[in-house]
């Protein structure tokens, strides 16, 4: 038996599988968020914790035969958070989240103190990082500072509450912008720049390789036979991958949840900063991964319905399962600012090209276009940083529209793959990489892909007419700029 553990911003997430992969049961127990300033946005890292032991509890309580007999834990993990511990490797403070905006005056400051940042770490400052977090604390709470002995990530101080270890794993530890991505090791001029020393970090490990065991106490509670290990883990998109099976050179996946990621799995460190792809580390030893992230992908579907007041369903149905031709309508997605490829908070979505005779269902096409189009430009920023997409799965509730599908693999020009129903998310991935830690397995083994049940291929007509909207569609973002300047 394994158990994955999934420590988000909404809840924390226990999950058991057993040897043949089959999830047993999962329990989720919620989290909030607190928001002390405008763009701030802060939890209690004990709170993780609490949550943790809440939601194995809860599983020990149904299954206590299949807990007794948990021989590895995973863990998968919210990024960036930066968590300040004193000398007893308490909290000095709340944890600054990914999302947390503050630190957008130290992005700058850190890029002008180390110009080699881009190209060490693959990444752009952006306030969701964590360097930037503690140049901020070091400028506006320097008694925290100067008392900070150690900083970890969410997951990280779960290991360390759970087993008394240190230990950091390379995908989370490559979204702090303190690792040399290339080398999968920590940079001293990075933690130089801001005023930290290796002696500041937890000691680094693969995301499948053995990382502590069980503290005694908890074994006894939850009955377990012996301490389980625990492994390295995973960032949660990372975590993601591995439960997708994504985890060859190749390999990549389409992520239409709230927010939209565009993965791919390399085998090699390959960076495109200034079009703000990311490219971190993967859990599995010698791999890597870049991502394009869009900000408002099934969200931007919910806006409008809550707009219309109406059901997403019911504004997708008259559209039916295939475009007959791009919408005359265009939609800029930008509804809270866009990450790849103009790293732009200030920017909006805007509609373009209404006219009298365009109606709702113009409308809801053309968003779920601009959302495919900022896909687009995902793509077209890992392409200029040496990696071409050949086909990719879908995962996240926009891919229930088949509709939707259609527009993208047009749009994208390549085949779209659904998936069968299963249990693809990050606790899951975090199972298979304790198991991965038990074993000793070849990844490749253990992290097989879900059943593909449909393939959508580009139609050629189509995709043409949608390069041509496409070029239009690009014109949008540089007028709205200006306006928003």
Same mark, same amino acid.
């Given at each position: 038996m394994f158990l994955g553990l999934d420590i988000g911003t909404s809840s924390v997430k226990a999950l058991l599988a057993d040897g043949e992969q089959r999830?047993? @049961?999962?329990?989720?127990?919620? *989290?909030?968020?607190?928001?002390?300033?405008?763009?701030?946005?802060?939890?209690?890292?004990?709170?993780?914790?609490?949550?943790?032991? !809440?939601?194995v509890d809860v599983l020990k309580a149904s299954h206590p035969q299949e807990v007794a007999d948990v021989k590895g834990i995973g863990l998968s993990g919210q990024m960036h958070g930066a968590v300040l511990l004193g000398?007893?490797?308490?909290?000095?403070?709340?944890?600054?989240?990914? #999302?947390?905006?503050?630190?957008?005056?130290?992005?700058? $400051?850190l890029e002008a103190k180390w110009p080699q940042l881009r190209t060490v770490t693959g990444n752009k400052a952006m306030p969701g990082f964590t360097a930037p977090k503690l140049l901020w604390v070091a400028r506006h709470e320097?008694?925290?500072?100067?008392?900070?002995? =150690?900083?970890? *990530?969410?997951?990280?101080?779960?290991?360390?509450?759970l087993t008394g270890e240190a230990i950091e794993e390379?995908?989370?530890?490559?979204?702090?912008?303190?690792?040399?991505?290339?080398?999968?090791?920590?940079?001293?001029?990075? *933690?130089?720049?801001?005023?930290?020393?290796?002696? #500041?970090?937890?000691? *680094?490990? $693969?995301?499948?390789?053995? @990382?502590?065991?069980?503290?005694?106490? =908890?074994?006894?509670?939850?009955?377990?036979?012996? @301490?389980?290990?625990? @492994?390295?883990?995973?960032?949660? #998109?990372?975590?993601? !991958?591995?439960?997708?099976?994504?985890?060859?050179?190749?390999?990549?996946?389409?992520?239409?949840?709230?927010?939209?990621?565009?993965?791919?799995?390399?085998?090699r460190f390959l960076p495109n900063p200034d079009r703000a792809v990311h490219a971190f580390c993967h859990a599995i030893p010698q791999t890597w991964h870049q991502m394009g992230v869009i900000l408002s992908a099934a969200s931007s579907l919910a806006w409008i319905a809550n707009v219309l007041q109406t059901r997403e369903p019911v504004l997708l149905a008259p559209l039916g399962d295939k475009p007959a031709a791009p919408s005359p309508v265009q939609f800029l997605p930008y509804l809270s600012g866009e990450r790849t490829p103009h790293d732009d908070a200030r920017i909006r979505g805007v509609f373009a090209g209404l006219a009298h005779e365009n109606g709702r269902d113009a409308m809801v096409q053309a968003v779920l276009e601009g959302v495919a189009f900022a896909f687009a430009d995902c793509r077209d920023a890992l392409a200029a940083a040496g990696t071409t997409?050949?086909?990719?799965?879908?995962?996240?509730?926009?891919?229930?529209?088949r509709f939707w599908l259609e527009v993208l693999a047009n749009v994208l020009g390549f085949p779209i793959h659904r998936l069968a129903d299963g249990e693809t998310g990050g606790a899951f991935g975090a199972a298979r990489l304790a198991r991965l830690a038990v074993t000793g397995e070849d990844p490749a083994v253990v992290c097989t892909p879900p059943r593909r049940v449909e393939t959508i291929e580009p139609d050629p007509a189509l995709a043409a007419a949608y390069v041509e909207a496409r070029a239009g569609w690009r014109r949008l973002y540089p007028a709205m700029r200006g306006a928003t300047e």
């Open positions: 999830v047993l @049961a999962s329990h989720d127990v919620a *989290l909030t968020v607190q928001r002390p300033h405008p763009g701030f946005s802060e939890q209690a890292p004990d709170a993780w914790v609490d949550a943790v032991i !809440a939601a000398a007893d490797h308490r909290p000095l403070r709340p944890a600054i989240l990914w #999302n947390d905006g503050r630190s957008s005056a130290e992005c700058a $400051e320097p008694e925290i500072f100067a008392r900070t002995r =150690l900083v970890v *990530l969410p997951k990280a101080y779960i290991r360390l509450a390379m995908s989370d530890a490559a979204g702090s912008l303190w690792l040399d991505v290339g080398k999968r090791d920590w940079s001293d001029a990075a *933690l130089e720049a801001t005023g930290l020393t290796r002696r #500041n970090m937890p000691r *680094l490990v $693969e995301g499948s390789a053995p @990382a502590g065991q069980l503290r005694a106490d =908890l074994v006894a509670r939850w009955g377990m036979a012996k @301490a389980p290990v625990f @492994a390295g883990g995973a960032g949660d #998109n990372a975590a993601g !991958a591995v439960g997708l099976g994504a985890i060859k050179p190749g390999s990549a996946f389409v992520s239409l949840g709230t927010s939209g990621v565009l993965w791919a799995t390399t085998d997409i050949a086909g990719a799965d879908v995962i996240g509730g926009g891919s229930r529209s």
